[in-house]
């Protein structure tokens, strides 16, 4: 079983920073795709990003591209997505889901594909 926590949300104005954290706690031997989701009242969740394993690959959803950067600390179990420039539009609960795979350049982007997730975390961004 994996379990997923996540950090770091709020409440921050137009423009500015937050950095999301994930701490796994995940099974010895296995390796983890990672990814962050967001959904906003009335909508779908919608991938923002996703990294491999292994960190060398990552996918960026176009509306967040040049803004947010998905990373992660494999020692610490650990996801991070630093949000710089927020807009009020990323305004939304923020998940972070796993998906177990062995491809160190796998990063799924369909939610059905991540069987792991967890609670959430607001993110709000005001005008």
């Known amino acids: 079983q994996v379990q997923l926590v996540e950090s770091g949300g709020g409440l921050v104005q137009a423009g500015g920073s937050l950095r999301l954290s994930c701490a796994a706690s995940i099974r010895t031997g296995r390796t983890y795709a990672m990814g962050w989701f967001r959904q906003a009242p009335g909508k779908e969740r919608e991938i923002v990003a996703a990294?491999?394993?292994?960190?060398?690959?990552?996918y960026y959803v176009d509306s967040v591209k040049g803004r947010f950067t998905i990373s992660r600390d494999n020692a610490k179990n650990t996801v991070y997505l630093q949000m710089n420039s927020l807009k009020p539009e990323d305004t939304a609960v923020y998940f972070c889901?796993?998906?177990?795979?062995?491809?160190?350049?796998?990063?799924?982007?369909?939610?059905?594909?991540?069987?792991?997730w967890g609670q959430g975390t607001q993110v709000t961004v005001s005008s």
């Open positions: 889901a796993a998906a177990a795979g062995y491809s160190s350049s796998w990063r799924p982007i369909s939610r059905w594909e991540y069987p792991y």
């Open positions: 990294i491999s394993w292994s960190g060398g690959s990552t």
